[in-house]
């Protein structure tokens, strides 16, 4: 079903494009073939920061570009992606925006690389969950309902209030 370009990727309505992931997929030569509707939206909100270094960057014209333009040493990236055999997590900064990637190989049924998916991701985002794992850690917390009936509860209430999860 991954065949190239994209007119054939038959990805809209499909989980990936209603998901809350940023994702990009890459053809196997880096040209960017689509970019579902979160990464728009995530990238149009970071282009002020993007283009204090990528002056050009304009999310709404990615497709049909290649990841080249992203990178001062595409030859060095290249190689990074050409050895990619798992997933690998990474940073990118472009301009003065920093983003978590998780970048993906895509190979078809007979094992050949055929392309290359990116999740992205914001650091900020991700300290942000970390700070509220952190305090969900230390913190006895609960959530009610408009009446008082607990909905849910982290291990710290239960142990306080020596209660047991009903599962």
């Not at 990474?90 to 007979?110: C, D, H, M």
């Amino acid at each position: 079903m991954f065949a190239i370009p994209n007119k054939h990727l038959k990805l809209e309505g499909t989980a990936l494009e209603n998901t809350s992931l940023n994702i990009m997929i890459a053809d196997r030569h880096y040209n960017i073939v689509y970019l579902n509707q979160a990464l728009k939206a995530f990238l149009k909100h970071a282009e002020p920061e993007i283009k204090k270094g990528l002056p050009h960057f304009n999310p709404d014209i990615l497709v049909g570009t290649n990841i080249d333009t992203f990178h001062q040493n595409p030859g060095h990236i290249r190689k990074i992606l050409d050895d990619l055999s798992a997933p690998r997590l990474s940073n990118v900064q472009l301009g003065e925006a920093i983003f978590y990637q998780r970048v993906v190989p895509l190979f078809n049924k007979t094992g050949e690389r055929v392309g290359t998916m990116v999740e992205w991701d914001n650091p900020k985002t991700l300290e942000n969950d970390g700070q509220i794992k952190a305090l969900n850690d230390y913190f006895c917390v609960v959530q009610f309902d408009l009446n008082g009936n607990i909905l849910d509860a982290n291990a710290n209430f239960l142990h306080a209030m020596e209660y047991e999860r009903a599962e």
